[in-house]
C-alpha cells in the first residue's frame, strides 16, 4: 500500500507558475512509476504527464508540454510538478497516481491515487 498526499495547489494569474508536491508514504516509492492527472469541473480526468521509476524517462500531454516539468527525488520519496506559464484551462484538481506497472499513462492503470489539490487560474 502506497499513500500518496498532494500540496502546493492555489490561485495563480494566467501566466504565473506554481509547483505541485506529491509525498508517497508506505512501500518504497523507487518502485513505482508516477504520473499526475487532472480533472477539470466538469470534465474527465486526463492524463498530464508520466514519470519512471527512476525518472530518466517522462511523457507529457501536448496540452502542457513546454510548459510543466515533471521530476522526482526518490531519496524524499517526492513527486514534483513545475507549472508554469499557467492558463486559465489548466484550472483542475490535480491528482498524483502511483503504478506498479512499469510505465502507463492510463487512469485505469494507476494503482494508487492521491486526494487531489486544486490549481486555479485567473485570466
Known amino acids: 500500500q502506497v499513500q500518496l498526499v498532494e500540496s502546493g495547489g492555489g490561485l495563480v494569474q494566467a501566466g504565473g507558475s506554481l509547483r505541485l508536491s506529491c509525498t508517497a508514504s508506505g512501500r518504497t516509492f523507487s518502485n513505482y512509476a508516477m504520473n499526475w492527472f487532472r480533472q477539470a469541473p466538469g470534465k474527465a480526468r486526463e492524463f498530464v504527464v508520466a514519470?519512471?521509476?527512476?525518472?530518466?524517462?517522462?511523457y507529457y500531454a501536448e496540452s502542457v508540454k513546454g510548459r510543466f516539468t515533471i521530476s522526482r527525488d526518490n531519496a524524499k520519496n517526492t513527486l514534483y510538478l513545475q507549472m508554469d506559464s499557467l492558463k486559465p484551462e489548466d484550472t483542475a484538481v490535480y491528482y498524483c497516481?502511483?503504478?506498479?506497472?512499469?510505465?502507463?499513462?492510463?487512469?485505469?492503470?494507476?494503482?494508487?491515487w492521491g486526494k487531489g489539490t486544486l490549481v486555479t487560474v485567473s485570466s
Open positions: 497516481a502511483a503504478t506498479t506497472v512499469g510505465w502507463s499513462t492510463a487512469a485505469a492503470g494507476m494503482d494508487y
Open positions: 514519470i519512471s521509476r527512476g525518472g530518466e524517462r517522462t
